[in-house]
């Protein structure tokens, strides 16, 4: 079974610093994707970025990009020029690309990103 | 139609109550997940569908947990005798198979408070 793990239940970054969230994952499975969404105090998961495991660029999307190291099973997400409304937790998922698997989303147990003004 | 919409929000419920929720999914996503998230935790997986076909329930769904998706649009998920540890958000996600945009899009949710 796949599993997701984030090690950082909390990361506090200054305004308009750079901050990189880790997430390491456990597959058997060679194609899939991955992704990183954030929950507002709202509640309401917003994607922030997905990977396809078959690219090896990582995704980029404005300020925030991934690193994204198969071998290793691992992937980060770093935004850059934090702003306070990136302060939210962050969750990365995982999910199977291939058609006999399971189609279902496992998420890690998220990291809360503070912003200090 | 803009986005997943659950119904209620909130739900507060006596223990061993029947409660149902609902959720609409975006129109023409043929895939609609169920999660349940405690404070603090990431969103566990209870179940989904694709069309009307309920293809996989988390093995720790107790039998008080079911859901449907009659006729492939919205979906509703009943818990039966409730008890306090049913107390969670209850999140409801689609998406459309064969898009290039896999991801889930997420409803606002439904929390339940059982006393």
């Known amino acids: 079974a796949q599993t997701v793990t984030q090690s950082q239940p909390e990361m506090s970054v200054q305004e308009a610093e750079t901050v990189t969230l880790s997430c390491t994952y456990d597959t058997s499975e060679s194609d899939y994707y991955l992704f990183w969404y954030k929950q507002p105090p709202s509640r309401q998961m917003i994607l922030v970025i997905r990977q396809e495991a078959y690219k090896q660029q990582n995704a980029t999307e404005n300020r925030f990009s991934v690193n994204f190291q198969k071998a290793a099973k691992s992937f980060s997400l770093k935004i850059s020029d934090s702003q306070l409304g990136d302060a939210a937790m962050y969750f990365c998922?995982?999910?199977?690309?291939?058609?006999?698997?399971?189609?279902?989303?496992?998420f890690g147990t998220g990291t809360r990103l503070k912003v200090l003004a | 139609d803009t986005g997943v919409s659950q119904n209620p929000r909130h739900k507060i419920t006596k223990r061993g109550q029947n409660v149902t929720f609902r959720c609409d999914p975006i129109s023409e996503h043929n895939r609609l997940y169920w999660y349940r998230q405690t404070l603090g935790q990431g969103p566990e997986f209870l179940t989904y569908f694709q069309n009307e076909a309920q293809l996989e329930k988390s093995r720790l769904l107790s039998d008080r947990f079911s859901a449907e998706r009659p006729k492939g649009s919205f979906s509703t998920l009943e818990i039966q005798r409730t008890e306090q540890g049913d107390s969670a958000m209850y999140l409801c996600a689609s998406s459309l198979e064969w898009s290039q945009w896999t991801e889930a899009f997420f409803g606002q949710g439904t929390r339940l408070t059982v006393v």
């Open positions: 998922a995982y999910r199977s690309a291939r058609e006999t698997g399971t189609y279902k989303y496992i």
